[in-house]
């Protein structure tokens, strides 16, 4: 599925340069830099260029996803369908979240560095909004976990290009 999605933003965006391309599949949700950094090295890009874009896109959200979820959750229960997809997402990141609740910021860091499915930022927001964790301090431990998993990635996909 994340191959089908990056393909269809690269078609689909190609009259954008490479490096907007590589921004904005790094901040989607799922694909993150985990998709937007291949997608560099298929557009050519160094590997530093990969890492700092893909690093610019998973970053983006983080702040707005970590002030606004919050209220605009809060506002959006009243409706049965959004509330139905709410508890799905609460018990599926509680059930990916017990180093967050463990460890605090440090469990976000790990949680956000491991470069596999559904541990990304976007799961690492929701894990500190749903434990409590100060925004600022979320923030940066989040910012580092994507810093580790954007070394990662960059080193496994620049050793094998």
């Known amino acids: 599925m994340k191959e089908a999605l990056q393909t269809f933003f690269i078609e689909n965006l190609s009259f954008l340069p490479a490096e907007l391309i590589v921004v904005i599949i790094s901040a989607m949700p799922i694909l993150e830099l985990r998709g937007g950094i291949p997608v560099a090295a298929a557009f050519g890009l160094t590997w530093y260029e990969a890492f700092i874009y893909g690093m610019i896109g998973n970053l983006l959200p983080i702040?707005?996803?970590?002030?606004l979820f919050r209220p605009i959750s809060t506002f959006m229960m009243r409706f049965p369908l959004y509330k139905r997809f709410y508890d799905w997402l609460y018990k599926r990141t509680m059930r990916k979240s017990d180093k967050v609740e463990k460890y605090g910021a440090l469990g976000l860091i790990l949680f956000t560095a491991?470069?596999?499915?559904?541990?990304?930022?976007?799961?690492?927001?929701?894990?500190?909004?749903?434990?409590?964790?100060p925004t600022r301090l979320a923030f940066i431990a989040i910012a580092f976990g994507v810093f580790v998993a954007g070394v990662g990635v960059t080193a496994f996909v620049y050793s094998i290009f």
Do not use: D, E, H, Q
């Open 63 to 67: 702040l707005p996803i970590l002030i």
């Open 114 to 133: 491991v470069p596999l499915p559904t541990t990304g930022a976007y799961s690492a927001c929701l894990a500190a909004i749903l434990f409590f964790i």
